[in-house]
T-cell receptor, first 114, second 113 residues
Framework: GAGVSQSPRYKVAKRGQDVALRCDPI?????LFWYQQALGQGPEFLTY????????KSGLPSDRFFAERPEGSVSTLKIQRTQQEDSAVYLC????????????FGDGTRLSIL | AQSVTQPDIHITVSEGASLELRCNYS??????LFWYVQSPGQGLQLLLK??????LVQGIKGFEAEFKRSQSSFNLRKPSVHWSDAAEYFC???????????FGDGTTLTVKP
């Protein structure tokens, strides 16, 4: 597709369940970013990949959060043993080169933990 | 640590009027600065960015922003607002070497007919 694609758009899970969020970046984009956006706030950085290498994961809130990009294209953000405070919109972004700032965002996955 | 402040939570302007959205940042060196727009239920769209050089940068949709080092500001402007500009606007700052950008909490723009 022409843009960054995220799936699912909406995810509802019970507290304690594991979830996996998928991001398809723009084809050929080297850099990929994950952000978390709470209601009424700006996005907060989670992690950054350059191809398959995870260069920065300092924003991941806890060891329950895990991100991967094994072949340097599609990325998955996994949250284990979800908690209510994980409820947020998770945004993925990509950039065409080794730019270390996000340029093209997906529409996000809205995660609700009951 | 870098930070971004958008002092105005909500701004209302009349269609056709000029617009200025304020952004102040805190960072020790020359920052990379960005403005994004977000419509409800959608991701962010990059409007413009400043890396170096001319401090007045032009973006998409008729927007421009001016970097003022002395004021640590990067305000977004548009001479004539259209109803379709109603959205949430985010300012962001990044360092040259880091993968993380720090975002402000956004300014919601309402456009009156």
């Amino acid at each position: 597709g022409a843009g960054v694609s995220q799936s699912p758009r909406y995810k509802v899970a019970k507290r304690g369940q594991d979830v996996a969020l998928r991001c398809d970046p723009i084809s050929g984009h080297v850099s990929l970013f994950w952000y978390q956006q709470a209601l009424g706030q700006g996005p907060e950085f989670l992690t950054y990949f350059q191809n398959e290498a995870q260069l920065d994961k300092s924003g991941l809130p806890s060891d329950r959060f895990f991100a991967e990009r094994p072949e340097g294209s599609v990325s998955t953000l996994k949250i284990q043993r979800t908690q209510q405070e994980d409820s947020a919109v998770y945004l993925c972004a990509s950039s065409p080169d080794r730019a270390r700032q996000p340029q093209h965002f997906g529409d996000g996955t809205r995660l609700s933990i009951l | 640590a870098q930070s971004v402040t958008q002092p105005d939570i909500h701004i209302t302007v009349s269609e056709g009027a000029s617009l200025e959205l304020r952004c102040n940042y805190s960072y020790g060196a020359t920052p990379y600065l960005f403005w994004y727009v977000q419509s409800p239920g959608q991701g962010l769209q990059l409007l413009l960015k400043y890396f170096s050089g001319d401090t007045l940068v032009q973006g998409i949709k008729g927007f421009e922003a001016e970097f003022k080092r002395s004021q640590s500001s990067f305000n977004l402007r548009k001479p004539s607002v259209h109803w379709s500009d109603a959205a949430e606007y985010f300012c962001a700052v990044a360092t040259g070497n880091a993968g993380k950008s720090t975002f402000g909490d956004g300014t919601t723009l309402t456009v009156k007919p």
